[in-house]
């Protein structure tokens, strides 16, 4: 009896497969065949999955966004907007492993988007939402000056994600909460 396989499952190990390669080998690196081998499957099997790797590509961009969505989703009711805010800033930046990957493999995406119209639409999208998600939070926080608010605190979250990938070793946990927490003072 041939063995069934869950499609949505297998396009999601996939994906981390991709993952793995980009992180471990860079973007460049991450082909059909490289990933169908680090997914443990043959190139003409993983195209019964996706046809094209920037099809590939977006759905692992795509599953980030997801991903990341779906954690602040899933944080508690927060009454105070400054604790919000301060949890929510945390689920977008680099504060653990999982993050840091997510985070990693975001960054090289961004890079390959200027090449890849399929990439750009997803790039864009992911950057409009999290303009919208600071405008929300900016708004939430009282500020009188939400839109120069919202480009600084976007700028914040983009910068210290940055800082995260090539200098994890100054741009520690520790240190982005720290520079998060004098930002939302400033707010005060």
Same mark, same amino acid.
């Given at each position: 009896?041939?063995?069934?396989?869950?499609?949505?499952?297998?396009?999601?190990?996939?994906?981390? @497969?991709?993952?793995?390669? +980009?992180?471990?080998?860079?973007?460049?690196? !991450?082909?059909?065949?490289?990933?169908?081998?680090? *997914?443990?499957?043959?190139a003409?099997?993983l195209?019964?999955?996706?046809?094209?790797?920037?099809?590939?590509?977006?759905?692992?961009?795509?599953?980030?966004?997801?991903?990341i969505?779906?954690?602040?989703?899933?944080?508690p009711? %927060?009454?105070?907007?400054?604790?919000? *805010?301060?949890? +929510?800033? *945390? %689920?977008?930046?680099p504060?653990?492993?999982?993050?840091?990957? %997510?985070?990693?493999?975001?960054l090289?995406?961004?890079?390959?988007?200027?090449?890849?119209?399929?990439?750009? @639409?997803?790039?864009?999208?992911?950057?409009?939402?999290?303009?919208?998600?600071c405008?929300?939070?900016?708004?939430?926080?009282?500020?009188?000056?939400?839109?120069?608010?919202?480009?600084?605190?976007?700028?914040?979250?983009?910068?210290? !994600? +940055?800082? *995260?990938?090539?200098?994890?070793?100054?741009?520690?946990?520790?240190?982005?909460?720290?520079?998060? @927490?004098?930002?939302?003072?400033?707010? @005060?």
């Amino acid at each position: 009896m041939p063995k069934v396989v869950d499609p949505v499952e297998r396009r999601l190990e996939v994906a981390a @497969a991709v993952w793995r390669v +980009v992180r471990r080998d860079g973007l460049e690196r !991450a082909s059909v065949r490289n990933v169908a081998r680090e *997914a443990g499957l043959s190139a003409g099997s993983l195209r019964h999955y996706f046809a094209t790797q920037s099809e590939l590509l977006a759905f692992t961009l795509r599953m980030i966004m997801e991903r990341i969505e779906r954690r602040i989703a899933a944080l508690p009711a %927060e009454p105070d907007p400054r604790r919000r *805010a301060e949890r +929510v800033l *945390a %689920e977008l930046l680099p504060m653990d492993a999982e993050r840091a990957a %997510e985070n990693e493999v975001w960054l090289a995406f961004t890079a390959r988007s200027m090449v890849d119209p399929e990439l750009r @639409a997803l790039r864009n999208e992911g950057y409009d939402a999290l303009r919208a998600g600071c405008r929300g939070l900016v708004e939430a926080l009282g500020s009188r000056h939400v839109e120069a608010e919202t480009d600084r605190l976007h700028a914040l979250v983009d910068g210290l !994600a +940055v800082h *995260a990938a090539t200098r994890p070793d100054v741009a520690t946990p520790e240190a982005m909460r720290a520079a998060v @927490a004098a930002h939302l003072d400033s707010l @005060a």
